[in-house]
Nanobody, 117 residues
Framework: QVQLVESGGGLVQPGGSLRLSCAAS????????MGWYRQAPGKQRELVAA???????NYADSVKGRFTISRDNAKNTVYLQMNILKPEDTAVYYC???????????WGQGTQVTVSP
């Protein structure tokens, strides 16, 4: 089993920055894809950013150029640097670890990001 612990959420003004961290423990392997999803009130959960073990990334169009995903396989940790935050970025952000071979997804409990003027 995999446990994910998230940190870094909070309240910021538009244009501000936050850095989310997600530390994974348990039966984690470096080949797993790691990423971030978010869910705003009344909306579906959506992919924000993901990174495969080889370093390839996938970003939502709405965050390209502002958000950067990175991972430290030695620490089993994935990060999301969020810059130039906008009110529409307000959501609960969920860490995700995907075992593609076993078709399993592991989720963090979510951390609130609020961007308000």
């Amino acid at each position: 089993q995999v446990q994910l612990v998230e940190s870094g959420g909070g309240l910021v003004q538009p244009g501000g920055s936050l850095r989310l961290s997600c530390a994974a423990s348990g039966s984690i392997f470096s080949i797993y894809t790691m990423g971030w999803y978010r869910q705003a009130p009344g909306k579906q959960r959506e992919l924000v950013a993901a990174m495969a073990s080889g370093g390839s990334t996938n970003y939502a169009d709405s965050v390209k150029g502002r958000f950067t995903i990175s991972r430290d396989n030695a620490k089993n940790t994935v990060y999301l640097q969020m810059n130039i935050l906008k009110p529409e970025d307000t959501a609960v952000y969920y860490c995700n670890v995907r075992d593609n071979r076993a078709f399993k997804d592991y989720w963090g409990q979510g951390t609130q990001v609020t961007v308000s003027p």
